[in-house]
Nanobody, 122 residues
């Protein structure tokens, strides 16, 4: 049974930082690309960042490039999203997801975490 269990998130002021974690079990972690997506109220789920199975390649949405960093620890079966210089428009529920090949399309991902709320106050 594949499980993606998220932790982190919460409430932070504008300009602050948060780190999200996503612990994965039930699959061969190093084979899978991992992505982070977010969904704000009334909006569609959008791509945030993704990383290949070996961690050598990453992709970012323009809106977070230079502020967010995706990384993975294949020894711990965990992917991270470090979020710096947070803005109110970053407020959303954040999801991690896994699939065999890196993608920025949410509907191409096979497995999903439970979601975690990130709220940035102005």
């Amino acid at each position: 049974q594949v499980q993606l269990v998220q932790s982190g998130g919460g409430l932070v002021q504008t300009g602050g930082s948060l780190r999200l974690s996503c612990a994965v079990s039930g699959l061969t972690f190093g084979w899978y690309a991992l992505g982070w997506f977010r969904q704000a109220p009334g909006k569609e789920r959008e791509f945030v960042a993704a990383i290949t199975g070996n961690g050598r390649s990453t992709n970012y949405a323009d809106s977070v490039n230079g502020r967010f960093t995706i990384s993975r620890d294949n020894a711990k079966n965990t992917v991270y999203l470090q979020m710096n210089s947070l803005k109110p428009e970053d407020t959303a529920v954040y999801y991690c997801a896994a699939r065999l090949r890196i993608s920025y399309q949410a509907d191409e991902y096979d497995y999903w975490g439970q979601g975690t709320q990130v709220t940035v106050s102005s």
